[in-house]
Structures are given as C-alpha cells and as structure tokens.
C-alpha cells in the first residue's frame, strides 16, 4: 500500500520552486552588486587547503593518502572532495564538503532512506514518489520503472530535482567566487538551504512512514 509521509509539501516540485529563479548571472539577466569589501577566500580554495592539510597529517603513514574529488566528476549528483588516508595501514575516508555540498548529501542520503539506498549508486529505487493530490501530500509506491538513475527519464521526480539542486550548487558557488559580498548571492544561497532541508524533511518522514510498515 502507498505510504503517507508529512509534512504536508505543497504542489510537486518545478523548475521555479529550487532556486533557479534567484541565482544571480546569466539564469536571469541578474548581475550581482559588488562592493568595495575585501575578496573573501572561496569556499573551493578553503576546501582545497583543508584536504591538503589532511594529506600532510598523515603523509608519514605506510601508505600515502589519496584524493577523490568528485566536484567536476560528480558521483550521481554528490559533490565533495575525499581524502583517503592510511593510519596504521587501515584506510580512513575523510569527507571534505561545503555547507551546501554537506546540506545535498544529507538529502540525498535520506531520500535513499525513502526509496531504497541502491539509488546512491545509480541502481533503479524500490518505491518512486508520487503527489497525492487528494489528500495534498507526498506518497511511495512500488517503483514501476526501469533503469531510473539521477537524471533518468523514468523513475520518481525527486531524482531530478536533486540533479538540478545539485548542478544549481555548482552554479551558484561559481558566483559567489566571482562577488562573495554580494547580497544576492547569500539571499540565493539561503534559498537553497531552505529547498535542501524541506527536502530532507519530506524524505526522513515518508522513511519513517515504510520502517514503520515494514519494520525497517
């Protein structure tokens, strides 16, 4: 039987609804307004200077770490810059990640949760989300497609709006390099924090709904 999962969402996700709209730049004609303050360090280059001060922590280990950056090379819309390191031997993972590339996986993590965690490595989801319209709230039922992966044509529209808020991140970190004062920018930003975390709260609740159907 579908699953029922609050909070009420409103209408289904569109294009407008993520933030495209408020991006400053060529999205919309918009250009940000720069002021005379000092150029902030970009986020990217703070990230950049984190991992390599990871790698050097732990240069004298058996082995010498390695970087998986997955900002150009995305992996199925995760973005994020991996250090692997080699205490003892042992590999340790440590994940490097902006507060919005942090604030996607978290979503994407808990719409796992929702739809069958196979989709965080491409493979097709156990349940799809649908819009019950009747009752104005988001439901799973059994996924009846084939070969749906981020950016799919098949499969549930939450795939795609994460795909489009993961590339929207991108963009918008592109901009914040070239004028990180700009009023814009931040109004922008806090727009796709605030689509993030509904998201994570639609997922985490239509989670909660199957675990306690199915009992976990």
Known sequence: MPQRGGPRAGPAPTRNDHGLSALPGPETGRKPKTTNAPTQTTRAARQD???HRVESLFSDCPKLPRVIDRRAAPSHGYRAVHVVV???GIPVEVQVRTRLQHEWAEAFERFADAVGRGVRYGEPPKYEMVYDQQNNTWITVPFRGEGA???SDTGTPAIHHLSELSDLI???EQERRLAPEATQTSQAEAEILANLRRLQRVFSNLADALNGRYGG
């Open 170 to 172: 991108i963009r918008h």
């Open 49 to 51: 200077r984190l991992c």
């Open 149 to 151: 992966g981020l950016g």
């Open 86 to 88: 080699y205490p003892h």
